[in-house]
Structure formats: C-alpha cells, structure tokens
C-alpha cells in the first residue's frame, strides 16, 4: 500500500506518494533530487549517507523514508547553501587540508562532523578519530580529514 | 540492497501496537531503531509481511529515576542512554559500555530495548543487563510479565519473547554500596563488534572482602554468559591480580566461543580470559573501577 508523506529536507517540504519500504537515502536522491548524500554499502556500514535528523547525525540508509515525518532533515546541500553560497567552513577546511581526493565519502564526513565543529568541542586528534570512526574512507588514509577537522576546530574557535 | 514490500504500521499507543502484533502474529516485526533491522530488511535476510514502528509510541523511550532504580523505556535511544547523568550517576557500568556500541550516528537512531531483543551475543547491553541483573518488561494483550535478564535471551539472535510481545522497558536495580564495576573489551576497530569481552560488578564488605560478584562474558556463546565459576573464586576473596587471574581463568573454562575470518576460537578464548582479567582487576583497584 503506497503512502503519502511530507518530509521536511533543509527547510523545504517535499510531498510524495511512496512505497513504505522507500529507504531515506533514496528519498534524498531520487525524490527530493539531492545527491549529494551518496550511498556507499545500504547497510550500515560506511556512513557515507549520513544526514542529520533534528540536528544528530544519523544513516540516511538504515531509516524508511516514511519515518523521517515530522522530523527535521539536513543534507550536505544545507552546508553552502548556508554561507551564501561559499564553502561552509568546515568544506574550506577539507578543501584546503586536502580532506578528500576522490570526494565520495565526504559529505557523510561532513554531516558527521559539522555538529561537533559547530558545538565548539576542542577535540585532540585522538578524540576526532574517535568522532569519524563510523564513516570509512577509502583514499585518505584519514590523515588529512583529521588535519581538516583540526583546521576547522582552531577556525571555528578563532571567530 | 532495497528492503522487500511489507505493510507499514506506526502506531502511536501501546494498546494500537499489541493489538497489531495480536493480529498479525509471526507475520510482524517490531521496528525499532531499525539500525538491525533495516540492514537485514536490505539483505532480504528478513521479510516481514507487516513491519510495526514503534517509534511513534511516546511513552516507550525515556528515562525514569526510581527508589529502586532505573528504569529505561525500550525504545530509549542509545544516545539518550549515553548522555543521561542519571545514568552517569547510578549506573557507571552502562555508561561504560554504550560507548562501545557501534557508532555515534548508530548510537543515534539504536535503542535500548532493540539491541536487547536482537540478542547478538557480542552486542555490549545484554552482557551489561545481565551483570547487573536488570529485568525485562514485556507486554501483549495477554497482560505484563518480568523477564530476569539472565533468563531473556535463548539462543542467538533468539529472545523468550513471543510474537505478540513488545518490550516495554528495562529496570536495573541500584547497586548495594561498596559495588564497583568495570567493563573491557577488545576490537578490531572501534564501534565494530567485540571479538570478546566481560562485564564485572564487584561489591565489597566492611572489610574489603568480596561479598557478591557478577561476571558475565561478551561473545563467549550464543547468549550472554554469566561465569559462575569466576564468581565464586571472587565471593569471600580479598581480590587481588593473583586471584583476578586465577577467576578470569575459570571464567573461560567451559567456553567455546566459535571461531570466524576475524580469529579462531581458541583465540578468542584467550581474549576474553585476558579482557575478563583486566575487568576484574580494575573493579576491585580502589580508586579504578567505577563505583556505582
Ligand atoms: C555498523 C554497525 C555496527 C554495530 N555495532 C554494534 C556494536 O558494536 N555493539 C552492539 O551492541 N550493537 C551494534 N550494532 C547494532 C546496534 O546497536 C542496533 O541498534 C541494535 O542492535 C538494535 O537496536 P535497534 O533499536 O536499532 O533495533 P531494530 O534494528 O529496530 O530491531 C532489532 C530487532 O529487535 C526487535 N525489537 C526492537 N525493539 C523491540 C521491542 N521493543 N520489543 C520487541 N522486539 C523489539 C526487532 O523486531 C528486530 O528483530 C551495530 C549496528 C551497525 C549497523
Ligand atoms: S550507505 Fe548508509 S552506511 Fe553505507
Ligand atoms: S575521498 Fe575517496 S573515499 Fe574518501
């Protein structure tokens, strides 16, 4: 039985009839046509869906989309869209700190982390591995997203 | 990797979801932080021809601060578990250990009670519940019952409750004084599940004697498994590293812990021996395990 929902996505609602069974993550991409949150492994595993649900990072595809009702979705998209356009700081740091090369875990990173550099937490390099340890990145090594995270840290706290 | 079609049910009372797993008996599953769940719906390892959210149900997540303990609603994310100073304060153990549960963004959207009924034997909470002989309450049409923690889980992946049962909450008593606690365990990497682990909760006497001991290993078997043997080495000892290790040692007698890609069973033993001894000694150091 197909459903109606109206799911909230960076403010904006998008009112659909879908299959229950509708993952979030695809919601996102096929529905609201923002692909920015990338789908990686669909169970779990690699983060690289994560969004953020009433401001928590959350996988994007280990939720049906009809449970996001009444909830508060934020995608990658919201980040830039925010700064007028510009890269969010936290984009500037990875770009600057060569965070991503091939780009496709990024935006799980970013939501995972954007609520943590936006709360202010001095994290040590050891605590900020901790905080990425449910996102995988397969061209990194981490060395240079941690050196983002850093950036974005001393940034956020020099404002 | 997409879920199969199932009819999607998010009742918002208790009364709606019991009369739905009424209904639709073995054909229904409970959702609920679907961070199991979901996974094994996108492998089609599960079909449910009803899938029941319990999301929706408000009274079932939350903390409570009661005379004789806590009691946390099923559907209490593990986030709230690891955030609450009431369980900070009273139950140091299940503070420890929700940190090892998988991963923030997991710990999320995961509850309470959903790790409980998966009943994964690596999973942190069933081996914590059961070292701090918390009690399940299930609830169906039928009525209310209280499940010990050590008599809910069966067999992997296998829980006593019945198909029209939902678990409600968990209450875990307040320790006596002079009880510390302490957990450890060891993976290959953070937030995956442990290759092994324990959970010790060790109350002292005026005299600093050991006066009552739980001992329950992560991933020894397919359930929780609580180590009498290692608990009664404890009762009435002055626990020392010698006897820390003498217990540990009993602890992982009658184990057989099943081997995988991850280490073998023989080596998995070990590791829990090791992680049990380390549990049991930082428990009774004064001043290192955590007092509850
Ligand atoms: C990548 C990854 C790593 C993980 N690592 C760990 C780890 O290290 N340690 C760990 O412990 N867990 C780990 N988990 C599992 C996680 O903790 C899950 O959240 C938890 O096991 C299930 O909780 P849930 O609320 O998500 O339940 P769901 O996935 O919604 O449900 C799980 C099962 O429990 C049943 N159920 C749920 N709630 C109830 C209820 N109230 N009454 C009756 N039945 C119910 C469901 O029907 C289903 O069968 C991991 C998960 C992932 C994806
Ligand atoms: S795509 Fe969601 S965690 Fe991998
Ligand atoms: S930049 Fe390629 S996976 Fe992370």
Redesign the pocket.
């Known amino acids: 039985m197909k459903r109606d929902v109206e799911i909230e996505i960076n403010g904006e609602t998008y009112a659909r009839t879908i299959d229950p069974r509708m993952l979030l993550s695809d919601f996102i991409r096929h529905e609201a046509r923002l692909t920015g949150t990338h789908v990686g492994c669909e ?3 690699c983060g690289a869906c994560t969004i953020q649900l009433d401001g928590e990072p959350v996988r994007s595809c ?1 939720m049906l989309a009809a449970q996001a009702e009444g909830h508060r979705v934020r995608t990658v998209e919201a980040l830039a869209a925010g700064s007028g356009g510009e890269l969010h700081p936290l984009q500037q740091a990875f770009h600057e700190a060569h965070g991503l090369q091939c780009g496709f875990c990024t935006p799980g990173f970013l939501m995972t982390l954007e609520p943590l550099v936006a709360r202010g937490e001095a994290l040590d390099r050891e605590q900020i591995r901790g905080e990425i340890s449910g996102n995988l990145c397969r061209c990194t090594s981490y060395q240079q997203i941690v050196d983002a995270v850093v950036l974005a840290i001393e940034r956020h706290g020099g404002e | 990797m997409k879920p199969p079609p199932f009819e999607y049910r998010d009742p918002e009372t208790l009364e709606e979801t019991l009369a739905l797993l009424a209904e639709h008996g073995d054909d229904a ?11 094994l719906l996108n492998f089609r390892l599960a079909r449910p021809e009803v899938l029941v959210d ?1 999301n929706r149900v408000r009274p ?1 997540a939350g903390i409570d601060d009661r005379p004789e303990g806590l009691r946390i609603g ?2 209490t994310r ?1 986030s709230a578990l690891e955030r609450s100073s009431q369980v900070a304060a009273q139950q140091p153990l299940l503070a420890e250990v929700i940190r ?4 923030a963004q ?2 999320n ?3 309470v ?3 409980l ?2 009943a ?1 034997p ?4 069933p081996v914590a519940m059961t070292a701090l002989d918390a009690s399940l309450i299930a609830s169906s049409g039928r009525g209310e019952r209280r499940i010990a923690a050590e008599e809910f889980f069966v067999s992997h992946l296998t829980t006593v ?1 019945e198909d029209d ?4 909450a968990v209450d875990v008593p307040r320790a006596p004084a002079g009880t510390r606690v302490a957990f450890e365990e060891f ?1 290959r990497r953070h ?4 290759l092994g682990g324990a959970a010790v909760v060790l109350t002292a006497d005026a005299a600093g004697a050991c006066s009552r001991a739980r001992v329950t290993l992560l991933a020894a078997g397919d359930v929780p498994v609580r180590a009498h043997a290692a608990e009664k080495l404890l009762v009435g000892a002055v626990v020392d590293a010698a006897v820390a290790r003498e217990a540990a040692a009993a602890a992982v007698r009658d184990i057989e812990p099943v081997g995988d890609g991850h280490g073998d069973g023989d080596y998995r033993s070990s590791v829990i021996e090791a992680m049990c001894d380390r549990a049991i000694a930082r428990a009774a150091a004064p001043g290192e395990g955590k007092k509850a």
């Open positions: 169970h779990g595993i280990t | 599953k409970i959702l609920a932080g679907g961070q199991s769940l979901i996974p319990i079932l099923a559907a593990q090892y549960v998988a991963h997991i710990r959207r995961g509850t009670g959903g790790s009924a998966h994964d690596a999973a942190e909470l409750l049962e939902v678990l409600i993976a937030g995956d599940y442990a």
